[in-house]
């Protein structure tokens, strides 16, 4: 892999001119909530140089990535098919109604060389086509030790990923990097017994070889029965082998339940992050905020035959949770969204996000969009909001002013998304406010690090028919995955972007083998201690 010594040798050198000229910067003054001002304005930026770019064949709607040695996997948030989203341009040639959506499997990039990152491949298209048409690869995650990638399907929406009606089925498909990294078979396939939502992988620090996923399984049952999380053995996932061995539904805890409406029909774990030794899962919980969970009997491996339940191991009960709205008044609990809750490495906090679309997808939902708190979890019995970030869009001028017109409100979200988390730093893809660099040094006084805000191509494919019909087509969204010191992220509409951080905090980053934010693999471990 020649060039890339070379380049993190650059990256580390860079980041300590800049990172030794911010020790000398007086500190920002303490404050409630903190508003970056800069990440909204497509074609700007600041602490981020642009070292790399794929545009995916502009087909538009990309989904997560992973990443495996030199190559990066980019899943698709629509399918195989030719329907038109709304406000896709029709093509004359395919017929009045037709928008084929190119390209629609696992794109592969080849990152040997950084600054040219090329396509080489893609894979698994028939499973949205054919039978399996309306099937979105939406969340992969790579399990280094048995080089397998896995990738959950699942239906797409006919409303926000132009996919056409199709049965609600859904499997994580475990490909074969062993064999081909470019072209990986199908090994194995594993039907979670409730639909997967999004997933974090758990790697057991004390006994090598066991790997855990957790799966958010989203649902506004108080069936303690119904699952909401589900936990699986996936070690032995090369044979063919899943075994569910914990689950766990609180939604019967949070009063009124009963009648869905009471949380907007909204009350179920969206996602969940668990801490490096297995012991705690911070659970987003959508209108119901945030939860600590105790998962150290998971970690332990003392699971009882039938499995175990983990309907009572909160460590935070659920009138002790901290509670938030997304506007600046009247909605403390029908207005929460609460998207990703991660652990801060090594220290006792949580870093937590709230994402929401434009009013398209809900009456409730547009300006001022979603946005992050840090969460003091030190005693989980009673974690304590300390600190918030927005962007200037999540401001209440932003609402309703120039810059808030009838489309941005409707078609547009600047919304704070997917985070990575580095000690003392946040990589975090905001939507339209681009990818976000967060200082958490000091956690109750969050700032902005810096910013990176693409120029949009011209054209895609497939517009997103929530995301990226606004008149701002930046939509960063994937968890930021940090490889070889530098910054892999996924932008839905526009592709695949490889950058160098430069501000506060830089050497954090150009020391970084791998982190993600979904996963304990890498230097997980090492920031922890």
């Given at each position: ?8 040798r ?16 007086a ?26 770019h ?50 629609p ?88 017994s ?33 699952a ?13 082998v ?60 003392r ?15 659920v ?36 994402e ?79 990818l ?17 805000s ?18 701002n ?10 490889h ?46």
């Open positions: 892999m020649k060039g890339r010594p070379r380049y993190r650059y990256v580390s050198a860079l980041a300590t001119v800049v990172v030794l000229g911010s020790v000398l910067a500190p920002a003054a303490p404050a409630d909530v903190v508003v970056g001002p800069g990440g909204h304005v497509p074609g700007t930026s600041r602490a981020f140089t642009l070292v790399g794929a545009p995916l064949a502009n087909r538009g709607m990309n989904a997560a990535l992973a990443v495996f040695g030199r190559y990066v996997y980019v899943g698709n948030r629509t399918d195989g098919s030719s329907r038109c989203g709304v406000g896709d341009p029709r093509i004359p040639i395919g017929g009045p109604d037709s928008c084929p959506h190119v390209s499997g696992i794109q592969v990039v080849d990152t040997v060389n950084p600054f040219r990152p090329a396509v080489v491949g893609e894979f698994g298209a028939e499973f949205a086509t054919g039978a399996n048409l309306g099937q979105t690869s939406r969340e992969m995650r790579v399990l280094p030790d048995q080089r397998l990638l896995a990738v959950m399907y699942f239906r797409c929406s006919t409303v926000i990923h132009a996919c056409p009606p199709s049965p609600d089925v859904w499997s994580i498909k475990f490909f074969d990097l062993a064999a081909d990294p470019v072209h990986p078979p199908l090994l194995a396939t594993y039907v979670p409730r639909k997967p939502h999004e997933m974090f992988l758990w790697t057991d620090p004390r006994r090598p070889g066991r790997s855990l996923l957790f799966l958010s399984a989203p649902t506004s049952s108080v069936d303690p029965a119904v909401n999380l589900v936990v699986t053995d996936v070690s032995r996932a090369r044979d063919g899943f075994t569910e061995i914990a689950k766990g539904n609180w939604n019967n805890q949070y009063p009124g339940a009963e009648v869905p409406a009471n949380y907007d029909n909204d009350l179920a774990l969206h996602s969940m992050a668990v801490t490096v030794d297995g012991n705690r899962t911070y659970l987003a919980y959508l209108r119901g905020h945030f939860l600590v969970l105790d998962t150290s009997d998971v970690a332990d491996g699971i009882p035959s039938g499995g175990l339940s983990l309907n009572d191991k909160l460590l935070t009960p009138d002790n949770r901290p509670r938030w709205g997304t506007s600046d008044g009247g909605c403390l609990d029908a207005c929460a969204e609460s998207h990703s809750a991660v652990p801060v490495p090594g220290r006792p906090f949580a870093f937590t996000v709230d929401v679309y434009g009013t398209f997808t809900a009456a409730s939902f547009g300006c001022p969009w979603g946005w992050t708190r840090t969460i003091q979890v030190a005693n989980p019995a009673r974690p304590r909001i300390i600190g918030e970030y927005r962007t200037v869009p999540n401001t209440r001028e932003f609402c309703g002013s120039a810059g808030d017109d009838a489309a941005t409100e409707q078609f547009t979200s600047y919304s704070s998304h997917n985070p990575t988390l580095t000690r003392n730093l946040v990589i975090m893809a905001w939507h339209s406010s681009g976000q660099a967060i200082d958490i040094a000091d956690p109750a006084d969050p700032t902005q690090a810096g910013w990176f693409p120029q949009p191509l011209d054209t895609v494919a497939t517009e997103d028919p929530a995301l990226s019909r606004g008149p087509k930046v939509v960063m969204w994937s968890y930021p995955i940090i070889n010191g530098l910054i892999y992220v996924v932008d839905v509409r526009n592709g695949l972007y490889i950058l160098a951080y430069t501000g506060k905090h830089a050497l954090e980053v150009a020391r970084i083998r791998f982190l993600e934010g979904n996963s304990t693999l890498g230097d997980a471990a090492r920031l922890d201690r």
